[in-house]
């Protein structure tokens, strides 16, 4: 048995080389000495404590984050870094994930804007200057050098680097492309070899052929489910790219978010349908252009050099005149389907548009019954869209009569003449020809039928490659539709972010007052409010320009100062928070304030509440999160004193705490939504605020508290309304509107001399109007007296109704009460502005 043993494994090589192993560690074991034995006993056991221990910290800290994510996932919040990146949690299965989010580096903004703003030489400027269009005029939606240029530039985007995850995505996805044209061939040779042993009754070697034939089945099975799953990846990597981008483009201190719509207007109404649907189809599209053009091209190379050696050079000749002709006759009579696509999506984001229009007017259009008006314009956006669309389809029956004719049916025939070579031009067939010319007379049958099964298969895998590569022309058309739509977005993002304002082609000079015009400088980081030589323009859409509506404004505001902005309707009072706030441009001058909301900072409440989904929390401390306030350290019993101040403590025990979460907007009422604001003036505790009507629905007593509960605080108030009774509450006032054009202004000490003037002239204007009362009352007597007769057949006059000659004098009387009460309020706040400058005085001595 020994000798056996020993002749075995003298024989077999791995064996020998086994028990030479065996030999040089028991060797090793036993030279080694009882040192080294103890020194790697000790290094085992202190890497299996060690081992152990870092494993349990492991799990601590991953139970700990998991924690935290559920935690921050029932509050909607996430933790900021250093970097600026921003870590939230999602649901994953039972559990959480954490999921890691960088921003784009502004260099990268600098980097791309090249990309995306045209060049001078394009703009037919020369070297002055350049005008960005989205997209370029002369450019429309297809397949031609723009569409290049605009899909490289978003694939900057799409793939930033070599070796990033997109990377890898597409070369896995082409590796699995590669062996799919592989498994197309051997399935094209093992056809022929099943059907020519089943012609010659081999048994035998055909149940060969068809276990081979499940086995190449099922691994070519799971090759087309991965070739679908890394696209559908690759499209959700393209698209996680670009919705990040834009979002940084669009969301950030720049406040592109607002200018995009009201001031420049380059994508319309509908930046949310460019953002969701639009990059949508673009991503989904991009990465179904890597199969449907990559892989076919590569089908082509490989099946054309196959039926060369097959079926020789004429069939290649043929083959390759057949393309060209196919793709002539299809480019020719192809319809413009980027252009379509193109507007077909406008035409969507509109039709949308106005639905999204009916739900946030909701309320206004159910108040006025103005359902069956808003059906008309929806009806009306929804046939637009439906002739467009039946248009289009209309097109598409054409080309697809034409596609399907040309691809399938003619392809087919040729492929049948070109398959035949062999058989009726040997000497024309390449190496199929040489095989029929040497085959025996008894061998012919089954040469020849295994011959053609392999062309034959090979040419179906070939009209499908060409076919494929013919429909991606309308593939690549609808992809220039998509591509237009999302470049013309980032373009607009890229103009308004960099400011890239210039005279439009033609030009020399920029309109007054449009956003090529601006001039001035804000400054953030003043101690105050300061406004130098500024004038109020109600910017108009690029390129146009603006409405001056206050000349030349200057003021400044320090702490303590609190400043009233008043004057008629349409003047310009919330323009000028909206210029402070860098909402609308400074086309002259100087604009000096704080920086934002913090220690130091300025707030700005605007005219209409606005109430963030969330928990009743959020609402108090908006914007800032669940974590921001733990990091403060702020905690719930401060919020609850916070909202106790602004009248609202009742909300925690009728919403049912903190943490509820509801549509908040409709949950409180208006005085609600305002006084709200005011809580989240206390809880941030601002240096200076701007309060635009944020009071109007609040009655005149807690108005008054709210007010008084602020400059407590240490709030300096800039509070832009048309209430007389708020003047007891500031310091200064600037009343816009004055003059014969109503772009002059004046500002004033509350309870000055000037002051005391302005309002006792304001007062006589008062008294002069009401001595006129009487008068105009006569006139309207017989102005109706003149409209109200009426007669009858045989020329006799009809007599009133009664009613009619009660309520004739009530008008005039209401007006008259109105207007003594205006005055009295005016002299109450002029007494009140005497009382004020008083006190001041006594202060000062």
């Given at each position: 048995?020994?000798?056996?043993?020993?002749?075995?494994?003298?024989?077999?090589?791995?064996?020998?080389?086994?028990?030479?192993?065996?030999t040089?560690?028991r060797?090793?074991?036993?030279?080694?000495?009882?040192?080294?034995?103890?020194?790697?006993?000790?290094?085992?056991?202190?890497?299996?404590?060690?081992?152990?221990y870092?494993?349990?910290?492991?799990?601590?800290?991953?139970?700990?984050?998991?924690?935290?994510?559920?935690?921050?996932?029932?509050?909607?919040?996430?933790?900021?870094?250093?970097?600026?990146?921003?870590?939230?949690y999602?649901?994953?299965r039972?559990?959480?994930?954490?999921?890691?989010?960088?921003?784009?580096?502004?260099?990268?903004?600098?980097?791309?804007?090249?990309?995306?703003?045209?060049?001078?030489?394009?703009?037919?400027?020369?070297?002055?200057?350049?005008?960005?269009?989205?997209?370029?005029?002369?450019?429309?939606?297809?397949?031609?050098?723009?569409?290049?240029?605009?899909?490289?530039?978003?694939l900057?985007?799409?793939?930033?680097?070599?070796?990033?995850?997109?990377?890898?995505?597409?070369?896995?996805?082409g590796?699995?492309?590669?062996?799919?044209?592989y498994?197309?061939?051997?399935?094209?040779?093992?056809?022929?070899?099943?059907?020519?042993?089943?012609?010659?009754?081999?048994?035998?070697?055909?149940?060969?052929?068809?276990?081979?034939?499940?086995?190449?089945?099922?691994?070519?099975?799971?090759?087309?489910?991965?070739?679908?799953?890394?696209?559908?990846k690759?499209?959700?990597?393209?698209?996680?790219?670009?919705?990040?981008?834009?979002?940084?483009?669009?969301?950030?201190?720049?406040?592109?978010?607002?200018?995009?719509?009201?001031?420049?207007?380059?994508?319309?109404?509908?930046?949310?349908?460019f953002?969701t649907?639009?990059?949508?189809?673009?991503?989904?599209?991009?990465?179904?252009?890597?199969?449907?053009?990559?892989?076919?091209?590569?089908?082509?190379?490989?099946?054309?050099?196959?039926?060369?050696?097959?079926?020789?050079?004429?069939?290649?000749?043929?083959?390759?005149?057949?393309?060209?002709?196919?793709?002539?006759?299809?480019r020719?009579l192809?319809?413009?389907?980027?252009?379509?696509?193109?507007?077909?999506?406008?035409?969507?984001?509109?039709?949308?548009?106005?639905?999204?229009?009916?739900?946030?007017?909701?309320?206004?259009?159910?108040?006025y019954?103005?359902?069956?008006?808003?059906?008309?314009?929806?009806?009306?956006?929804?046939?637009?869209?439906?002739?467009?669309?039946e248009g289009?389809?209309?097109?598409?029956?054409?080309?697809?009569?034409l596609?399907d004719?040309?691809?399938?049916?003619?392809?087919?025939?040729?492929?049948?003449?070109?398959?035949?070579?062999?058989?009726?031009?040997?000497?024309?067939?390449g190496?199929?020809?040489?095989?029929?010319?040497?085959a025996?007379?008894?061998?012919?049958?089954?040469?020849?039928?295994?011959?053609?099964?392999?062309?034959?298969?090979?040419?179906?895998?070939?009209?499908?490659?060409?076919?494929?590569?013919?429909?991606?022309?309308?593939?690549?058309?609808?992809?220039?539709?998509?591509?237009?739509?999302?470049?013309?977005?980032?373009?607009?993002?890229?103009?308004?972010?960099?400011?890239?304002?210039?005279?439009?082609?033609?030009?020399?000079?920029?309109?007054?007052?449009?956003?090529?015009?601006?001039?001035?400088?804000?400054?953030?980081?003043?101690?105050?409010?300061?406004l130098?030589?500024?004038?109020?323009?109600?910017?108009?859409?690029?390129?146009?320009?603006?409405?001056?509506?206050?000349?030349?404004?200057?003021?400044?505001?320090?702490?303590g100062?609190?400043?009233?902005?008043?004057?008629?309707?349409?003047?310009?009072?919330?323009?000028?928070?909206?210029?402070?706030a860098?909402?609308?441009?400074?086309?002259?001058g100087?604009?000096s304030?704080?920086?934002?909301v913090?220690?130091?900072?300025?707030?700005?409440?605007?005219?209409?509440?606005?109430?963030?989904?969330?928990?009743?929390?959020?609402?108090?401390?908006?914007?800032?999160?669940?974590?921001?306030?733990?990091?403060?350290?702020?905690?719930?019993?401060?919020?609850q004193?916070?909202?106790?101040?602004?009248?609202l403590?009742?909300?925690?025990?009728r919403?049912?705490?903190?943490?509820?979460?509801?549509?908040?907007?409709?949950?409180?009422?208006?005085?609600?939504?305002?006084?709200?604001?005011?809580?989240?003036?206390?809880?941030?505790?601002?240096?200076?605020?701007?309060?635009?009507?944020?009071?109007?629905?609040?009655?005149?007593?807690?108005?008054?508290?709210?007010?008084?509960?602020?400059?407590?605080?240490?709030?300096?108030?800039?509070?832009?309304?048309?209430?007389?009774?708020?003047?007891?509450?500031?310091?200064?006032?600037?009343?816009?509107?004055?003059?014969?054009?109503?772009?002059?202004?004046?500002?004033?000490?509350?309870?000055?001399?000037?002051?005391?003037?302005?309002?006792?002239?304001?007062?006589?204007?008062?008294?002069?109007?009401?001595?006129?009362?009487?008068?105009?009352?006569?006139?309207?007597?017989?102005?109706?007296?003149?409209?109200?007769?009426?007669?009858?057949?045989?020329?006799?006059?009809?007599?009133p109704?009664?009613?009619?000659?009660?309520?004739?004098?009530?008008?005039f009387?209401?007006?008259?009460?109105?207007?003594?009460k205006?005055?009295?309020?005016?002299?109450?706040?002029?007494?009140?502005?005497?009382?004020?400058?008083?006190?001041?005085?006594?202060?000062?001595?």
């Amino acid at each position: 048995m020994a000798a056996q043993s020993t002749l075995r494994s003298s024989e077999d090589p791995l064996l020998v080389l086994y028990n030479h192993y065996l030999t040089l560690v028991r060797t090793r074991l036993t030279k080694s000495s009882r040192t080294a034995k103890l020194v790697a006993t000790l290094t085992l056991l202190i890497s299996i404590v060690g081992t152990g221990y870092g494993g349990g910290r492991w799990w601590q800290r991953r139970k700990a984050e998991k924690e935290t994510g559920r935690k921050l996932l029932r509050r909607n919040s996430g933790l900021r870094g250093k970097d600026g990146s921003r870590t939230i949690y999602v649901p994953y299965r039972n559990s959480t994930s954490k999921v890691t989010i960088y921003p784009t580096k502004p260099t990268t903004f600098d980097a791309h804007r090249r990309l995306f703003l045209q060049p001078p030489r394009a703009a037919g400027l020369g070297s002055d200057g350049y005008t960005p269009q989205v997209p370029p005029p002369q450019t429309k939606p297809g397949l031609n050098l723009a569409f290049l240029h605009q899909f490289l530039s978003l694939l900057n985007i799409m793939i930033p680097r070599w070796n990033s995850k997109e990377t890898g995505l597409l070369l896995s996805h082409g590796v699995f492309l590669m062996l799919r044209t592989y498994l197309s061939l051997v399935v094209a040779r093992l056809d022929g070899e099943i059907v020519r042993d089943l012609v010659a009754g081999n048994g035998k070697a055909f149940l060969w052929g068809i276990i081979k034939w499940c086995g190449i089945g099922s691994f070519a099975s799971y090759t087309n489910a991965m070739i679908k799953f890394l696209q559908s990846k690759v499209s959700i990597a393209f698209r996680t790219r670009l919705t990040r981008y834009i979002h940084d483009l669009y969301l950030n201190d720049h406040l592109n978010y607002y200018k995009l719509q009201n001031l420049d207007g380059g994508v319309g109404l509908g930046a949310d349908q460019f953002i969701t649907q639009d990059l949508t189809l673009f991503c989904a599209s991009a990465a179904s252009l890597y199969s449907s053009l990559g892989k076919p091209f590569v089908d082509l190379c490989v099946f054309n050099y196959q039926l060369f050696r097959s079926l020789g050079p004429l069939a290649l000749s043929g083959l390759l005149a057949n393309y060209f002709l196919t793709a002539t006759i299809l480019r020719r009579l192809s319809p413009p389907f980027g252009k379509l696509k193109a507007v077909e999506g406008r035409r969507e984001g509109e039709f949308r548009a106005l639905h999204s229009r009916l739900i946030a007017n909701a309320e206004e259009v159910a108040f006025y019954g103005g359902d069956q008006m808003e059906r008309t314009f929806l009806d009306k956006g929804f046939k637009e869209l439906k002739h467009w669309m039946e248009g289009i389809y209309s097109l598409k029956i054409r080309y697809n009569m034409l596609e399907d004719f040309v691809l399938k049916y003619s392809w087919s025939a040729f492929g049948y003449l070109i398959t035949s070579l062999p058989v009726f031009l040997p000497a024309w067939g390449g190496l199929g020809g040489a095989a029929e010319a040497l085959a025996e007379k008894n061998g012919k049958e089954r040469s020849r039928m295994k011959d053609f099964i392999t062309n034959k298969r090979l040419m179906l895998s070939l009209a499908d490659a060409g076919g494929r590569m013919m429909y991606s022309i309308k593939d690549l058309s609808e992809l220039a539709g998509y591509t237009s739509r999302v470049y013309t977005l980032i373009s607009t993002l890229h103009r308004v972010h960099a400011a890239a304002y210039f005279p439009p082609p033609g030009t020399r000079h920029a309109e007054l007052y449009s956003l090529a015009d601006v001039q001035g400088t804000l400054h953030a980081g003043f101690d105050g409010v300061r406004l130098e030589h500024v004038p109020i323009v109600a910017p108009g859409l690029w390129p146009a320009g603006g409405d001056e509506l206050a000349e030349s404004l200057s003021f400044v505001v320090h702490a303590g100062d609190h400043l009233l902005v008043t004057g008629p309707n349409g003047v310009g009072k919330s323009a000028v928070a909206r210029i402070v706030a860098g909402l609308w441009p400074t086309y002259r001058g100087l604009v000096s304030r704080p920086r934002r909301v913090g220690e130091d900072g300025i707030m700005f409440l605007p005219q209409r509440p606005y109430l963030s989904t969330g928990t009743l929390r959020d609402q108090v401390i908006y914007p800032h999160t669940a974590v921001d306030m733990k990091d403060a350290g702020r905690r719930d019993s401060e919020l609850q004193q916070v909202l106790e101040d602004a009248r609202l403590g009742y909300l925690p025990e009728r919403e049912g705490g903190w943490d509820t979460r509801k549509d908040w907007k409709d949950v409180l009422s208006g005085g609600e939504k305002q006084r709200m604001g005011i809580a989240r003036l206390l809880y941030h505790e601002p240096r200076y605020a701007f309060v635009d009507e944020g009071t109007s629905a609040v009655s005149s007593d807690v108005e008054g508290l709210l007010y008084e509960r602020a400059k407590a605080r240490g709030i300096t108030l800039i509070t832009i309304s048309t209430r007389a009774s708020l003047k007891r509450y500031h310091t200064f006032t600037l009343t816009l509107g004055l003059g014969d054009n109503g772009d002059e202004w004046e500002f004033q000490r509350i309870g000055t001399a000037s002051e005391k003037s302005s309002v006792e002239k304001e007062l006589h204007e008062l008294r002069e109007r009401l001595q006129s009362v009487e008068e105009w009352k006569r006139r309207r007597q017989e102005i109706e007296d003149e409209l109200s007769k009426v007669w009858v057949e045989g020329g006799d006059e009809l007599a009133p109704p009664a009613y009619e000659e009660e309520e004739r004098g009530e008008d005039f009387e209401g007006a008259e009460e109105r207007a003594e009460k205006e005055a009295e309020e005016r002299m109450g706040g002029a007494e009140e502005g005497d009382a004020t400058e008083e006190g001041t005085n006594q202060a000062e001595a």
